[in-house]
């Protein structure tokens, strides 16, 4: 099966920081993806530069990075928070130990870590961000703050509802709405902590007003809304209690 998507904007963060204001969106994560390890200072550098008010940037360590545990001090010193890990374009699984020795060096300064889940469009196929992975890595690094993206693994949500929704890893919204079966999409939503879901949109790959429009029209009541919205996501990047 092929899937495709467009892109909403062009990829800037000047366009990002417009796509949010006609979204009425406040604050982003932003993302970042090292595909070699060369790459991956200059992304630290770049993430640091980017922190504001509005985007909150994660790092990126690829998995032959050399010293990930120096980088990960180097992305606590820079202020940041986090980092992004995509098995697809970095080649690893999701329970390599490469990615493994990665995750305990954030989860040892109080980094948290957002992973692709499930397939992806331009690896339609493979298994190596699979939901089993993902549980895997969790048992094994339990302290890390983990978020799985797109409802625990695009494409693969069965799964997902076999090995990760219920646990206390954090999953979000994105790229789920337009794909996932309705009846299968509030089966993730009943069957996860309340808070421990988070929107995201995955722009510029989904349009953020639409995906906004779709989360708000789903049958959630009004504070779950609230918190997945707003409250779950500072909790996550540690800026509010988990719970609160």
Not at 88 to 101: F, N, S, V
Not at 112 to 134: E, I
Request: with cysteine; glycine share 8%; net charge negative.
């Amino acid at each position: 099966m092929t899937f495709r998507a467009r892109a909403s904007f062009d990829g800037t963060a000047a366009g990002l920081l417009d796509s949010m204001d006609r979204a009425g969106i406040d604050r982003a994560v932003v993302c970042s993806v090292a595909t070699k390890p060369e790459q991956v200072p200059k992304i630290t550098a770049w993430a640091a530069a980017l922190a504001s008010d509005r985007f909150v940037p994660f790092a990126s360590i690829h998995p032959d990075f050399p010293d990930p545990e120096g980088e990960v001090e180097r992305v606590a010193s820079a202020g940041l928070v986090g980092l992004k890990f995509h098995a697809q374009y970095m080649g690893c699984p999701a329970d390599d130990p490469r990615a493994e020795r990665i995750a305990r060096a954030a989860a040892q300064v109080g980094l948290v870590m957002a992973f692709h889940a499930g397939h992806d469009m331009g690896y339609p196929s493979d298994d190596l961000a699979s939901p089993r992975r993902l549980r895997r890595l969790h048992e094994r690094v339990p302290d890390l703050r983990l978020l799985v993206c797109h409802m625990g693994g695009w494409q693969s949500w069965n799964e997902a509802l076999e090995h990760l929704i219920g646990t206390e890893m954090y999953v979000e919204t994105s790229m789920t709405q337009r794909w996932c079966p309705p009846d299968l999409l509030a089966r993730l939503f009943e069957g996860h902590g309340p808070g421990r879901i988070l929107f995201g949109t995955d722009a510029p790959w989904s349009d953020q007003a639409e995906s906004l429009a779709a989360f708000l029209a789903l049958p959630l009541d009004a504070d779950r809304k609230r918190r997945i919205l707003w409250d779950n996501a500072l909790a996550f990047l540690g800026e509010a209690p988990v719970g609160a």
